[in-house]
């Protein structure tokens, strides 16, 4: 079960951290993405980071603003954004895989778990 959190309205410019938090999975072992889907779109890639921690990934649009990172002690990933854009504004979710190839890590249907979602508001 993942369990997404840290959402919130923020002004353009601000900054908001995210955290999925990981139960009843080895979670050390996952690989992990964020998604969102903003208002009438589709979803779409933000971010992944490989059970290691050693290898990360972001989409062009959030690349030099986003992070990910993950704690695999207190089974928690992460995603701190900074410079928060009104087209950052979307419900966020966090995902986890087992063996993603990194070639198909932005992938959806790649991932087989999912959290429920967190919403994200950037007011202009």
């Known amino acids: 079960q993942l369990q997404a959190s840290g959402g919130g309205l923020v002004q353009a410019g601000g900054s908001l951290r995210l955290s999925c938090a990981a139960s009843?999975?080895?979670?050390?072992?996952?690989?992990m993405g964020w998604f969102r889907r903003p208002p009438g779109k589709e979803r779409e890639f933000v971010a992944a980071?490989?059970?290691?921690?050693?290898?990360?990934y972001y989409a062009d649009s959030v690349k030099g603003r986003f992070t990910i990172s993950r704690d695999n002690a207190k089974n928690t990933v992460y995603l701190q954004m900074n410079s928060l854009k009104p087209e950052d504004t979307a419900v966020y979710y966090c995902?986890?895989?087992?063996?993603?190839?990194?070639?198909?890590?932005?992938?959806?249907?790649?991932?087989?778990?999912w959290g429920q979602g967190t919403q994200v508001t950037v007011s202009s």
């Open positions: 995902a986890a895989g087992d063996s993603v190839p990194y070639y198909r890590a932005t992938y959806p249907n790649q991932y087989d778990w």
């Open positions: 009843g999975r080895t979670f050390k072992s996952y690989d």
């Open positions: 980071i490989y059970w290691s921690g050693s290898n990360t």
